[in-house]
């Protein structure tokens, strides 16, 4: 799974926030590995230079083998809070768009694609 990360001109994207976005994403959806080919992080400040309440945006889009690509954002006061919420809304939409491939006790189900 490869991870990119994008920034606009108000948000600094060093090495480090590539780092810590990377291993943030991988935690957080490490279930997915074996369906999620790449992801692609965009951070943005909403309001620009102007201060304000969650004016910080993180998309993502994670495009999946064989089938369309999952999108999702969540807007925060932070950069750190809207990768993390957009990470939780990302986990659910995989979950959804690819069902449920394994029941509770690890086994394969009948409905695995």
Do not use: Y
Not at 40 to 68: F, P, T, W
Not at 69 to 80: E, F, L, Y
Not at 97 to 111: C, F, K
């Amino acid at each position: 799974m490869q991870i990119q990360l994008n920034t606009d001109n108000h948000v600094h994207g060093e090495a480090s926030l590539a780092d810590w976005a990377e291993r943030e994403l991988r935690d957080r959806l490490q279930r997915f590995v074996d369906h999620v080919t790449r992801i692609e992080v965009h951070l943005s400040d909403i309001n620009g230079a102007r201060a304000g309440e969650h004016d910080k945006r993180c998309k993502l889009e994670a495009r999946l083998a064989g089938r369309q690509p999952v999108a999702v954002h969540h807007d925060a006061g932070k950069v750190a809070d809207a990768l993390h919420g957009a990470a939780d809304k990302l986990a659910r939409a995989l979950d959804s768009a690819l069902g449920r491939v394994r029941d509770a006790h690890g086994r394969d189900t009948i409905r695995r694609a």
